[in-house]
């Protein structure tokens, strides 16, 4: 349709105006989900170094720590996440545009500006050409087809880590790297919370945590696999033999994966019956000697009043006091009466 100047005008306001909406939206979403991975990974490794500075600062300031995340319900939370998502597809997802890249805006504002062959101008109708007609049609054969063309598929590997698919001839650069940071960063801040607690590793094992875990397994990341390993081997000891019957392919992993320690009876488990009686008694005792730890440092801000622990603290004057044993004045005077010691005087006169 054209106008009164001659000029072709456009009947489709409502499908142009839908088209860059829906490009907007489009924009929106990926922004939206940029910001979120931004998030997940500030957040993870903001935790992972306050646990690790924590640590080497002291022992027991990294156990609070460890104590808040767990009453928070961290390990849940991730299970959860781990449920919910497929972890295989949110690390190969990216969320990043080339055309709203950083260097992509300063390479278009600078002196040089872009090449304008690589740009092709889809404004324009009469520029459009219809595709090539292929004269022999070649016939498909997923055996010979060729990466390049192919769409593109995520490489995996069983649990002992060997390839269940093709692996490209090119090295991968399309991955979401920040989801590869948090994944990993999540599954260090859950080792650390549960690493040598056996309430908190019987908590993943009501949790059936093993089952969602083993979906790491299956990326060819050696940091994410290694560990979700060391979480399996955390709670193989409290597995029973039926369970480790039917995960040796993961026992064995770990087996060839694990840094093993010099006195390392994961899998023998001496004895188990012990740990898990001992398990409660042993946190409740944790989170005692955590808040004796902050209230003598700590006073103000655990609302103690300043010197109530030198009252309470004298423990061997209170026991004294229960045996009727405490009188210091009359051993002092007892001690008085006493005549001092003199040394025996030798055949000449000296000492």
Known sequence: MYGNDGKKTSSTHGSN?????????????????RSQEIAAKALSGILTLLLKWFKVSHILKFEYLAQLLLDSNYIPLVLKLWQTQDIERVVSYKCDR???NLFHFCRSHSRQGIDETDQVDDDDDDDAAPPPIIKFR????????????????????????QPTTDFPPEPITNFSWRNFFSSINYLRVMHKICKNKAHRNLLLM???SDKLLKKSLEIPQPELRRYTLKLIKDQTPFCGRKWRQNNMSAITAVYLTIKPELRDDWLAGSDVETDIAEALPLEQALRALTHWHNVRRYPEMM???????????????????????????????EGSNDQAWEPPMNVDGFT
Do not use: C
């Open 206 to 208: 009501n949790y059936k």
């Open 98 to 100: 080339e055309e709203l």
């Open 138 to 161: 070649r016939e498909h054969n997923p055996h010979n087809a060729d990466w390049s063309s192919a769409a593109p598929q995520a490489p995996r590997v069983n649990e002992l880590g």
């Open 303 to 333: 609302g103690v009043e300043q010197g109530i622990l030198n009252v309470e603290q004298d423990f061997f004057a209170k026991e004294l006091e229960k045996m009727d044993l405490a009188d210091p004045g009359g051993m002092e005077e």
């Open 17 to 33: 105006g839908s088209d860059s909406d829906s490009a907007r939206n489009t924009n929106e979403e990926l922004d939206a989900a």
